[in-house]
């Protein structure tokens, strides 16, 4: 296997943070997805457990988006009650998923319980569902990242425990977003000295133990240790899909989107489920990895300049759609030209380079520790187009473009966090859907 960012191999590295984590936590959390990273973490954690005989408590828990391929569904059963001194949660429950899809709906409701006839399947064995949940945190339609954050608190509570330690398959060589999300030096919300650690709540951290391992280290270990694994990868390959571009998530996530066709060679009776669930499917797995959903490289159309193609994509849009993209655009603007944004300074610098117009604002005044310098900059004028490596970090009209063809309404791609008033019309929505049944 590879080598770890320690000099160590990645497995040995992996086995030195159990020992670590297991002698500081006395909770140990698995996220199960389903996919080849999640299902390693299983199997490396309980070859750990068994050669430490360790009195941790071992807690697994896999959150079904219920649009699954039928080799994701035969691997999650496997796995969900594999080693018996480990306890396990099959979550059904009807949250708000992701849709990078449609024009019209930013999320969809699995499991939604006023829709059961248009349902993917039917509920697993031994699931827990809206019907049989112990969870008093629980709103229908409540985001899955919110749920998932106030069900890592119910297992902390259950299980008495001093500290849980949340183990999540995240690795660095998959986006520059998660190289940054697990090896970040932030004093404030790390455990200890940890980098690849992050704290979600009280005496409840994220670990990603997994952060320097490569795909190809992902299969050998698979290989060398003879590992179950969800054969789906199988059929990807046969497909001809990349090593790095093989995703098992919800079917309509924007980072899944590219792959979305394949539902219809792999599983067309699913498929059709798929057509019939969420507004612009059909649309995504048509178009799904090229430019038209600001896949890969997008160009600009002949006779326009980015911030005219903007406008131009906005005027496409339906008004409530495009309504809630102008004023996320015109906070960027503002704050851009107006208030002024931190940037690293190896970025400050290579604006100077291609001769970017901005002030410089110098330090942030915030008592906050960063891993790298950063500076204040003010631009004269929003940018139509900055050509530099980290593009996504600096505002410009092209990225406006990228985030509208991504149907990426909570402007993530831009860096932005949902606001208080979408939150309060979540709110409303699940309230909505709590009178419905």
Known sequence: MGKSFLGLTVYDAFMNRMEYIFQKFDHIVIAFSGGKDSGLLLEL?????????????????????????????????????????????????????????????????TWDPANKNIWFRELPDNSINLDNHPFDFFEIGMADYDFQMKFGKWLHKKNNAKRTAVLVGIRAQESLHRYHAVTRNDAVT?????????????????????????????WRANGKFN??????????????????????????????????????????????????????????????????????????PDGHTWKTYANFLLKSLPEITREIYLKKFRSSIAYWTET???????????????????????KPHSKRKYKNEYEIIRFSKYPDEIDIK????????KRMCITILKNDTSCKYMGFAQTKDELQKQKGAMEQWENSI
């Open 340 to 362: 002024g944004g931190t940037l690293p300074v190896h970025i400050i610098h290579e604006l100077k380079v291609k001769g970017i117009e901005f002030e410089n604002l110098g």
């Open 190 to 218: 790390m455990f200890g000295k940890i980098s690849y650690s992050r704290r979600i709540a009280m005496n409840i951290f994220n670990f990603y133990p997994l952060y320097d391992w490569t795909t190809e280290d992902v």
């Open 45 to 109: 954690v309980n070859l750990y457990y068994q050669k430490h005989k360790t009195d941790c408590k071992v807690s697994v828990y896999h959150i079904d988006y219920e649009g699954n391929y039928q080799k994701t569904i035969e691997y999650v059963n496997r796995c969900m009650e594999k080693y018996p001194y480990f306890t396990y949660y099959h979550l059904c429950m009807p949250i708000s998923a992701s849709s990078g899809v449609s024009m019209y709906q930013s999320t969809w409701l």
């Open 227 to 300: 590992f179950d694994y969800n054969h789906l990868y199988d059929l990807y390959y046969a497909a001809g899909v990349p090593l790095g571009d093989m995703r098992v998530a919800n079917p309509f996530h924007d980072c899944g989107v590219n792959a979305l066709r394949l539902y219809q060679v792999i599983e067309p009776v699913t498929w059709t489920k798929l057509v019939g669930r969420v507004n612009g499917a059909n649309f995504a797995a048509i178009y799904g990895g090229t430019t038209a959903v600001g896949y890969k490289n997008i160009h600009l």
């Open 390 to 397: 980290e593009f996504r970090s600096v505002p410009s009209y």
